[in-house]
């Protein structure tokens, strides 16, 4: 089926990913693409498809072109994949039925009725075009002719609940910042106990319009997703917050997400997908690319804050009544009660293990209940 030959070529051809032993190497959504063309089973020698010309997917195109040797000997192919209004915009033809076809309005308006109600059921939807070429230079980006659209998702874990409830409680606030589209984003955020409300979806071009008092009106909305964003707009969106006096933690993986982990007051990269950039960028480095490891890492850390309060005290009102004999030897003139053996003696005896079960101290039920606490709070 000459369909399902192009849908092979995009996928395949159109990929920065690569096939291991026991899956992929490369980003997960390319991944998916590749493991599905790979069931297709289309024996087809990508040999005979060398590509020739490229140009990358990044969040200001949001689409991705390679230009190829055809497989069939007769010149050339450019294998388009992005996000859909973007191949839509760039595409005039459809292939229907083995044939290509005029794309009309009503049939782009039935298009982006598919895509919105794939996007409404938590998928990320990827559309695929193609267009023949005399030579091996793309000289625009026009003419293509649609072949179709691909949804795929990546279930939530089901521990992220959870831990968005004890981020909840523990008076930290979830903004989701995405590529996808609003209606996906939208789909998440719900299945995960994000948005329990209407809440407000706000989309890159809106948020282009903006102005920095608009900015924060929003971002002071209890519930909110930004989708369809950019770098710059999520430096911006970091900025802001900072600007109402918030401490700020940003989480995220690619290179696109570089700049905000940089100048977030806590970057937290993704160890196995995250790329080195977003490592490099940040403070802190999840083993797992797990959001419920945050809440855990953030629930160590009011402990160990507490506990070393409680160290610090335990020392300071141990420590005082036995310099004031010293004091008093020094000041008063009178004779020395305790020696200096006998004091290292009662500090060996009595400091030791108390300073240590303080510091080993578990966390109190109620410390992912309390609010944050503020930047100037003090150990004493």
Excluded at 145 to 160: K, N, S
Excluded at 210 to 218: C, G, P, W
């Amino acid at each position: 089926q000459p369909g399902l030959r192009r849908l092979w070529e995009i996928m395949t051809l159109c990929n920065y990913a690569s096939l291991t032993g026991n899956g992929f190497h490369g980003d997960p959504t390319e991944g998916a693409l590749l493991m599905f063309a790979n069931s297709l089973e289309q024996q087809t020698n990508g040999a005979d498809y060398k590509r020739i010309q490229e140009f990358p997917f990044d969040s200001a195109t949001k689409r991705m072109i390679t230009v190829n040797r055809s497989g069939e000997g007769d010149g050339y192919i450019a294998l388009l994949k992005g996000a859909p209004e973007v191949v839509l915009e760039k595409s005039d033809q459809l292939l229907w039925n083995g044939s290509e076809q005029p794309l009309d309005d009503k049939t782009r308006q039935t298009l982006i009725r598919d895509y919105r109600r794939l996007a409404m059921r938590g998928e990320r939807v990827l559309a695929l075009a193609y267009r023949k070429l005399d030579n091996s230079e793309l000289e625009d980006e026009t003419g293509f002719t649609f072949l179709g659209l691909t949804g795929m998702i990546d279930p939530p874990r089901p521990e992220v609940i959870d831990a968005l409830k004890r981020c909840r409680m523990a008076g930290i606030r979830v903004i989701m910042i995405t590529g996808d589209h609003g209606l996906t984003a939208e789909s998440i955020g719900r299945q995960i106990g994000l948005l329990r409300g209407k809440g407000r979806i706000v989309r890159g071009d809106e948020l282009r319009e903006m102005n920095e008092d608009d900015l924060r009106q929003v971002l002071s909305t209890p519930e909110l997703i930004f989708a369809r964003t950019t770098p710059e707009q999520k430096l911006r969106i970091v900025r802001a917050l900072q600007g109402m006096h918030e401490v700020v933690s940003v989480t995220g993986d690619g290179v696109n997400d570089a700049p905000a982990l940089k100048n977030a007051d806590m970057g937290v990269a993704m160890g196995i997908m995250g790329t080195d950039v977003a490592k490099e960028a940040s403070n802190m480095v999840l083993m797992d690319d797990n959001f419920a490891t945050i809440v855990a890492a953030v629930e160590e850390g009011r402990t160990i804050f507490d506990n070393i309060k409680k160290f610090i005290a335990y020392i300071l009102t141990s420590n005082v009544p036995e310099i004031l004999p010293f004091i008093a030897y020094v000041v008063l003139d009178i004779p020395l009660p305790l020696t200096v053996v006998l004091i290292l003696a009662i500090d060996l005896g009595t400091d030791l293990l108390p300073a240590l079960g303080l510091g080993m101290e578990r966390p109190e039920s109620d410390v992912m209940k309390q609010p944050p606490r503020p930047r100037t709070e003090r150990l004493l």
